[in-house]
Protein backbone atom coordinates (compact mmCIF):
# COMPACT_ATOMS: atom_id res chain seq x y z
CA UNK A 1 0.00 0.00 0.00
CA UNK A 2 1.28 3.56 -1.10
CA UNK A 3 1.77 6.53 1.36
CA UNK A 4 -0.85 8.11 0.02
CA UNK A 5 -3.52 5.39 0.46
CA UNK A 6 -5.25 4.67 3.81
CA UNK A 7 -6.47 1.13 5.51
CA UNK A 8 -9.79 1.58 3.72
CA UNK A 9 -8.62 1.86 0.33
CA UNK A 10 -9.44 5.66 0.21
CA UNK A 11 -6.36 8.17 -0.90
CA UNK A 12 -5.43 10.89 1.05
CA UNK A 13 -3.62 13.54 -0.41
CA UNK A 14 0.22 13.26 1.10
CA UNK A 15 1.88 17.28 0.94
CA UNK A 16 5.35 17.33 0.21
CA UNK A 17 8.22 20.01 -0.07
CA UNK A 18 6.80 21.78 -2.71
CA UNK A 19 2.94 20.87 -1.46
CA UNK A 20 -0.24 23.59 -2.14
CA UNK A 21 -0.09 24.12 2.04
CA UNK A 22 3.86 24.51 1.40
CA UNK A 23 3.55 27.42 -1.67
CA UNK A 24 0.22 29.11 0.62
CA UNK A 25 2.07 29.64 3.52
CA UNK A 26 4.56 31.27 1.38
CA UNK A 27 2.54 33.63 -0.10
CA UNK A 28 0.96 34.18 3.63
CA UNK A 29 5.27 35.07 4.39
CA UNK A 30 5.70 37.38 1.98
CA UNK A 31 2.57 39.50 2.70
CA UNK A 32 3.48 39.65 6.38
CA UNK A 33 7.24 41.08 5.06
CA UNK A 34 5.70 42.67 2.76
CA UNK A 35 3.26 44.44 5.42
CA UNK A 36 6.20 45.15 8.28
CA UNK A 37 8.06 46.59 5.44
CA UNK A 38 4.94 49.11 4.95
CA UNK A 39 5.01 49.39 8.49
CA UNK A 40 8.41 50.44 9.27
CA UNK A 41 8.58 52.73 6.22
CA UNK A 42 5.80 55.14 8.09
CA UNK A 43 8.32 55.87 10.44
CA UNK A 44 10.76 57.26 7.57
CA UNK A 45 10.98 60.59 6.98
CA UNK A 46 8.26 61.15 4.11
CA UNK A 47 8.00 64.60 3.72
CA UNK A 48 10.81 67.62 4.62
CA UNK A 49 8.89 70.98 5.81
CA UNK A 50 8.76 74.15 3.51
CA UNK A 51 8.75 77.48 4.91
CA UNK A 52 7.91 80.39 2.09
CA UNK A 53 11.24 82.12 0.79
CA UNK A 54 10.99 85.00 -1.20
CA UNK A 55 7.69 83.54 -2.25
CA UNK A 56 8.99 79.75 -3.09
CA UNK A 57 8.72 77.49 -0.84
CA UNK A 58 12.17 76.07 0.47
CA UNK A 59 12.21 72.81 1.53
CA UNK A 60 14.85 71.40 3.95
CA UNK A 61 15.22 68.79 6.66
CA UNK A 62 16.70 71.72 8.98
CA UNK A 63 12.87 73.07 9.00
CA UNK A 64 11.74 69.34 10.44
CA UNK A 65 10.23 66.36 8.61
CA UNK A 66 6.82 64.85 8.54
CA UNK A 67 6.88 60.86 8.74
CA UNK A 68 4.21 58.89 6.39
CA UNK A 69 2.15 58.73 9.79
CA UNK A 70 0.40 62.01 9.43
CA UNK A 71 -3.60 62.33 7.75
CA UNK A 72 -4.26 59.18 5.84
CA UNK A 73 -0.79 57.17 6.49
CA UNK A 74 -2.31 56.43 10.04
CA UNK A 75 -5.15 54.59 8.67
CA UNK A 76 -2.97 53.09 5.99
CA UNK A 77 -0.48 51.94 8.61
CA UNK A 78 -3.12 50.64 10.65
CA UNK A 79 -4.70 48.27 7.34
CA UNK A 80 -1.46 47.03 6.54
CA UNK A 81 -0.75 46.29 10.10
CA UNK A 82 -4.25 44.88 10.61
CA UNK A 83 -2.86 42.79 7.13
CA UNK A 84 0.19 41.35 8.97
CA UNK A 85 -2.09 40.39 12.38
CA UNK A 86 -4.56 38.62 9.66
CA UNK A 87 -2.13 36.92 7.91
CA UNK A 88 -0.25 35.53 10.90
CA UNK A 89 -3.44 34.30 12.72
CA UNK A 90 -4.39 32.69 9.35
CA UNK A 91 -0.99 30.51 9.32
CA UNK A 92 -1.27 29.65 13.09
CA UNK A 93 -4.83 27.98 11.53
CA UNK A 94 -6.69 30.92 14.49
CA UNK A 95 -9.19 32.01 11.64
CA UNK A 96 -12.22 29.95 11.36
CA UNK A 97 -14.27 31.16 8.52
CA UNK A 98 -16.45 29.23 5.99
CA UNK A 99 -13.28 28.58 3.77
CA UNK A 100 -9.94 29.70 3.01
CA UNK A 101 -10.79 31.91 0.30
CA UNK A 102 -12.77 33.98 2.64
CA UNK A 103 -9.61 34.30 4.33
CA UNK A 104 -7.61 35.40 1.27
CA UNK A 105 -10.22 38.07 0.13
CA UNK A 106 -10.32 40.03 3.48
CA UNK A 107 -6.60 39.63 3.12
CA UNK A 108 -7.01 41.03 -0.53
CA UNK A 109 -9.16 43.62 0.35
CA UNK A 110 -7.06 44.69 2.96
CA UNK A 111 -3.95 45.24 1.28
CA UNK A 112 -6.19 46.69 -0.92
CA UNK A 113 -7.02 49.56 1.28
CA UNK A 114 -3.89 49.93 2.42
CA UNK A 115 -2.80 50.68 -1.31
CA UNK A 116 -5.38 53.73 -1.77
CA UNK A 117 -4.94 54.98 1.38
CA UNK A 118 -0.84 55.37 1.28
CA UNK A 119 -1.43 57.01 -1.97
CA UNK A 120 -3.73 59.30 -0.24
CA UNK A 121 -1.30 60.01 2.35
CA UNK A 122 0.84 61.17 -0.93
CA UNK A 123 -1.89 62.87 -2.57
CA UNK A 124 -2.70 65.21 0.13
CA UNK A 125 1.29 65.90 1.30
CA UNK A 126 2.96 66.23 -1.78
CA UNK A 127 5.26 69.18 -0.88
CA UNK A 128 8.51 68.28 -0.18
CA UNK A 129 8.43 64.60 -1.00
CA UNK A 130 11.41 62.22 -0.15
CA UNK A 131 12.22 59.17 -1.05
CA UNK A 132 10.89 57.20 1.78
CA UNK A 133 7.47 58.50 0.38
CA UNK A 134 7.80 56.44 -2.52
CA UNK A 135 9.18 53.22 -1.50
CA UNK A 136 5.75 53.30 0.87
CA UNK A 137 3.83 53.56 -2.27
CA UNK A 138 5.81 50.81 -4.10
CA UNK A 139 5.87 48.10 -1.17
CA UNK A 140 2.42 49.41 -0.74
CA UNK A 141 1.65 48.07 -4.46
CA UNK A 142 3.62 44.82 -4.11
CA UNK A 143 1.59 43.67 -1.31
CA UNK A 144 -1.72 44.70 -2.95
CA UNK A 145 -0.25 42.88 -6.15
CA UNK A 146 0.97 39.93 -4.12
CA UNK A 147 -2.80 39.46 -2.06
CA UNK A 148 -4.52 39.75 -5.23
CA UNK A 149 -2.82 37.39 -7.27
CA UNK A 150 -2.98 34.80 -4.42
CA UNK A 151 -6.87 35.37 -4.59
CA UNK A 152 -7.26 35.18 -7.88
CA UNK A 153 -4.89 32.16 -8.34
CA UNK A 154 -7.32 30.05 -6.02
CA UNK A 155 -9.88 31.48 -8.24
CA UNK A 156 -11.63 28.23 -9.73
CA UNK A 157 -10.26 27.79 -13.13
CA UNK A 158 -7.10 29.69 -11.73
CA UNK A 159 -4.18 28.89 -11.78
CA UNK A 160 -3.55 27.88 -8.43
CA UNK A 161 -5.62 24.99 -8.44
CA UNK A 162 -4.51 23.35 -11.72
CA UNK A 163 -6.42 25.56 -14.09
CA UNK A 164 -5.38 26.86 -17.78
Known sequence: M????????TTTPVRGPGGAETRARGWSVVII???LACV???FFAWNTQCLPVGGRPVCLAAFGVV????????AGGLAAGCLVLWEALSVAGALVLAGEGDERLVAACMA??????????VLTHDSGLNWPAWLGVAL??????????RLL???PGGRGRGGS
Do not use: H, N
Not at 2 to 9: D, E, N, R
Not at 67 to 74: E, I, L, Q, T
Not at 140 to 149: N, Q
Open 2 to 9: SGSQAAGG
Open 33 to 35: GLG
Open 40 to 42: VVL
Open 67 to 74: SGWAGFGV
Open 112 to 121: LAALVLVLLR
Open 140 to 149: AACLCGVAVA
Open 153 to 155: GDA
